[in-house]
């Protein structure tokens, strides 16, 4: 019951074109792809901003503990 059969996947590709439509499809395709390729550029675009933002206060009380100290 978890996998699908070749059977399972044609009904189901018949029924997205009854509801969609065959001139549909394309654009729905291209939709779907500019979402994911904009969800994959906002996590990659987080990830450096966590990375930089973490050196900085380190550096900062490291240097702040060396004013102390002398």
């Given amino acids: 019951m978890g996998s699908f059969s070749i059977w399972h ?3 189901v590709l018949i029924v997205v074109i ?3 439509g065959t001139k ?3 654009s729905l ?3 779907l792809g500019n979402a994911l390729r904009g969800f994959k550029k906002a996590m990659s675009d987080e ?3 966590k990375l930089s933002a973490d050196p900085k206060p380190e550096a ?3 240097s702040e503990t060396k004013d102390r100290v002398q």
């Fill in 47 to 49: 990830e450096p901003q």
């Fill in 29 to 31: 395709g291209q939709d």
């Fill in 9 to 11: 996947w044609v009904i």
């Fill in 24 to 26: 549909k499809l394309p």
């Fill in 60 to 62: 900062q009380t490291k």
């Fill in 18 to 20: 009854l509801v969609f």
